[in-house]
């Protein structure tokens, strides 16, 4: 067995054609983009956030594979899609020579990292979370001309800029976003993510955090 790197993973061809795959079968579904951008800034905020937390640099590198392969399980259906790839990450981690310990961790974070099955049962599962369901950005909108009949697109269209910030003195982290209401009320963000930010709101408390979410220079949670 060896330690697999987050280099290894991105530079598997493997793993790009199931990214690539899932991501098309989502863009037939009208699912807003989930291919490298989104899997990329997944794994460097999960890691990112361990390494601010003292986390050593192996567990930040596990929170970084686990987030770069979350969604590859789409490739199969976006039912289940996280059960689904956490036992496509299992044989393809195995197959590469991951040991069992760490092999465990990555898959359990993916296998719950979807809202309606997600739990913080570890580290890298809560720090996946976060990085997954706070990745909101106008750049995942595939067509503009969507907006106007997805709310999904509508509101990932609504934001100019995002960003996540966590603050060890205050013990907060916090999703904050600057939201053009001409493109959608704030109230539709809510309508849309609020089972998200709540799942955000245990993953944050599994590291003693308070998860917060400010909309426009106001804090709505």
């Not at 361990?50 to 789409?74: K, P």
């Not at 309606?116 to 979370?129: D, G, M, Q, R, S």
């Not at 959608?184 to 809510?190: G, R, T």
Request: hydrophobic share 40%; glycine share 4%.
């Amino acid at each position: 067995m060896q330690q697999i790197t987050y280099h290894q993973v991105k530079a598997s061809e493997e793993i790009k054609t199931y990214i690539q795959e899932a991501d098309l079968s989502l863009q037939a579904l009208g699912y807003t983009e989930h291919s490298f951008a989104h899997v990329t800034k997944c794994a460097k905020v999960a890691s990112e956030l361990l390494r601010e937390l003292g986390y050593g640099e192996r567990t930040c590198e596990l929170a970084a594979i686990a987030a770069y392969m979350h969604d590859i399980g789409n490739v199969v259906n976006r039912i289940d899609h996280a059960q689904s790839g956490a036992v496509m990450a299992f044989r393809i981690l195995d197959k590469m020579g991951m040991n069992a310990k760490e092999l465990a961790t990555v898959v359990t974070a993916i296998g719950n990292h979807d809202e309606k099955t997600a739990f913080p049962v570890n580290e890298v599962a809560a720090a996946l979370i976060l990085a997954d369901k706070t990745d909101v950005r106008r750049s995942r909108v595939r067509s503009k001309e969507d907006i106007q009949t997805d709310i999904h697109d509508r509101v990932n269209y609504a934001v100019h800029h995002s960003t996540t910030i966590l603050n060890l003195e205050k013990r907060t982290f916090t999703l904050q976003l600057e939201l053009d209401t001409n493109v959608c009320p704030i109230l539709e963000y809510f309508e849309i993510f609020m089972e998200r930010m709540l799942l955000c709101r245990r993953a944050g408390a599994y590291f003693d955090l308070t998860f917060e979410v400010i909309i426009n220079n106001q804090k709505l949670m």
